[in-house]
């Protein structure tokens, strides 16, 4: 077996060209493009885990090093000794309790808006309530910034999830509407004929089959309220900081903390690769509210 | 069958409970999405509006909030710097997305024509990455790259004699690499979307118009094309929105600088209302790129209302 009929083996299986120099240069083609994608896509992260396990004076030398010369962890136990621990602390907090309150107040009004929209407002209001989602941010921290204030409930975590609903409610929404009209009303009647209500029928019987789009949901909306920026650069400033806070005021004036602000972003990427990982394409349903189905 | 007829005498209960359960259950689960949205933007954005007219100012005591007409809208529209960042944006969200959708429909055809099993897994999965992380992180990330004195890149184009430019610290390049930033972290988002399109396309069309005897060009031309409009359409226009919303890349690369030259208008919005407190100006300006945003929120509205016509865009 040649090389080239070897590679070809192992990336693509069994192919049905038979072995010839115009399939050699196609492999060839679609190999060194597929590690160009791989290279491009992944360099950048490397570089990153690269630098968060340097020591500091090495992450400012040239020519810099492509493998750490010196090894160390020190980075990551300074960082979450330092300001890292509580910051990642307040992420978790934060967008663990707005997702499970976006949920709690999303699902059943996707519920709703796939069965009876009519009773609701109709189509339009669903469709008026994902063009929430469409806002650009600063447009809605403006007025909520002064109404916090009035009321001192800047920098809390009850402020925090709060203020995450408006842009994950509508999210919620528009996806569990989507994932709901999946599902066949007929399911639903045949447990009412059996003396289920609405209510139980929605509990025992809806609730179940639409497990993978909560799932789904879920974890895009907690990526969502774990990466979240403006709200909290604008409404947070110790007690209740975020992660993403904290990062452009490390790397901010003169002492720059390369590999600290390396390592936390490092530990601030594992759930978001872990999720990946299990999303696969589930993720772009999510991604694309709804509107392409993987 | 007993027990179900059981449950049947449990539940022809009457009075409220019942009304609630069978009746008015969609009222009853939308109400609460409804009442918070209302409380968390709805009446937020309408105090905004009336303040967009006044003069309210959070470090000026004496102006607390007298009407001054539109005042605040000539200002904006007057001033150089609104304009600006106004261009600034277009030019980031033009160009961002343009590159983006180029790069993402040639790769995601590439993946849909040439690989296969593992290989498509593989890439799938690694390509989900970055588009999965914070968008602060992702601009942190090309931060180190583009370090001048001492990032790799420089380093790469030092050693094959291109010179070491300096990506962040000139009014010219300044966006462009932010946008290079964007680039990287949101391209897998239209390779991921155009893919997952391509592949629900039907290969009978494809087997068709080899019968026919259509060259690629024609099956690309006759057949991707107008069965992939509706996930084009879908995937351009979050893309832009999502470009046009957010300001965190450029936050961390550059904070608008050197000068204005990167300022992206919603941080220049941001800088009005956080940094120089003047309210009303602030919410001037959040509602004239609320008028943008709408606009384009229309144009993909009306694009999936249009797929629900049938069962899916795709």
């Given at each position: 077996m040649s090389v080239v009929e070897w590679t070809r083996h192992r990336l693509f299986g069994a192919t049905e060209d038979p072995v010839s120099l115009r399939g050699a240069f196609r492999t060839i083609g679609v190999t060194s493009l597929v590690s160009v994608i791989l290279v491009t896509t992944l360099f950048p992260l490397y570089w990153t885990v690269n630098t968060s396990f340097k020591p500091a004076p090495e992450t400012q030398t040239f020519p810099p090093t492509f493998v750490p010369e010196t090894f160390t962890v020190s980075p990551y136990v300074d960082i979450l000794t330092g300001a890292g621990s509580s910051v990642l602390v307040n992420s978790v907090i934060v967008s663990v309790g707005a997702t499970a309150i976006a949920m709690l107040i999303g699902v059943p009004a996707g519920y709703a808006y796939a069965r009876n929209p009519g009773k609701v407002g109709g189509k339009h209001l669903a469709f008026w309530i994902l063009s929430l989602r469409m806002f650009p941010p600063i447009a809605p921290i403006l007025p909520l910034f002064f109404m916090f204030r009035q009321v001192g409930m800047i920098d809390t975590y009850p402020t925090m999830m709060l203020l995450y609903l408006t842009f994950n409610v509508p999210l919620v929404v528009w996806l569990m509407r989507s994932f709901f009209q999946d599902i066949p009303q007929a399911v639903e009647e045949a447990a009412i004929m059996d003396g289920y209500s609405r209510l139980e029928a929605f509990f025992k019987v809806s609730l179940p089959l639409v497990s993978p789009g909560i799932v789904t949901t879920t974890l895009l909306v907690w990526i969502f309220s774990w990466n979240e920026f403006q709200f909290a650069l604008v409404f947070?400033?110790?007690?209740?900081?975020?992660?993403p806070v904290i990062i452009p005021s490390l790397v901010g004036g003169h002492a720059t903390l390369w590999n600290q602000v390396a390592a936390l972003s490092v530990l601030a990427m594992i759930p978001i690769i872990v999720i990946s990982l299990l999303m696969q394409k589930r993720l772009v349903r999510g991604l694309t509210l709804g509107a392409v189905k993987g | 069958m007993a027990s179900s007829s059981d449950d049947t005498q449990a539940h022809r209960s009457t009075g409220l409970s019942s009304y609630v359960r069978n009746e008015h259950l969609e009222y009853w689960f939308a109400i609460p999405a409804l009442l918070i949205l209302l409380a968390l933007v709805i009446f937020p954005m309408l105090w905004s509006l009336w303040t967009s007219f006044t003069d309210l100012n959070l470090s000026v005591a004496t102006r607390n909030g007298a009407f001054v007409g539109l005042a605040n809208y000539a200002d904006l529209l007057t001033s150089e710097r609104f304009w600006t960042t106004i261009g600034n944006t277009a030019y980031y969200v033009g160009f961002g997305v343009a590159i983006e959708f180029t790069l993402g429909f040639a790769i995601a055809l590439f993946m849909a024509n040439y690989t296969r099993g593992r290989v498509t897994t593989v890439l799938f999965t690694l390509l989900l990455l970055p588009m999965m992380m914070a968008p602060i992180v992702a601009g942190l990330i090309w931060r180190l790259l583009f370090q001048e004195s001492f990032g790799p890149i420089n380093y790469l184009l030092g050693a094959v004699g291109v010179g070491q430019p300096p990506w962040l610290s000139s009014t010219a390049m300044s966006l462009n690499s932010v946008l290079i930033a964007d680039i990287w972290q949101w391209t897998p988002f239209m390779i991921l979307i155009l893919y997952t399109g391509r592949l629900s396309i039907s290969e009978d069309l494809y087997e068709a118009a080899r019968i026919d005897g259509a060259d690629r060009w024609f099956t690309f031309r006759h057949v991707t094309l107008p069965q992939m409009k509706g996930v084009i359409a879908i995937a351009i226009l979050l893309r832009a929105m999502d470009a046009f919303k957010f300001f965190d890349k450029m936050f961390v690369m550059t904070g608008g600088g050197p000068g204005t030259s990167s300022e992206l208008a919603t941080y220049y919005n941001y800088l009005l209302g956080?940094?120089?407190?003047?309210m009303g100006k602030a919410t001037a300006m959040s509602w004239l790129l609320l008028l943008f945003a709408v606009v384009l929120a229309n144009v993909f509205l009306s694009v999936l209302e249009r797929g629900e016509g049938g069962d899916r865009v795709v």
């Open positions: 947070t400033r110790n007690a209740a900081q975020t992660y | 956080f940094d120089s407190f003047s």
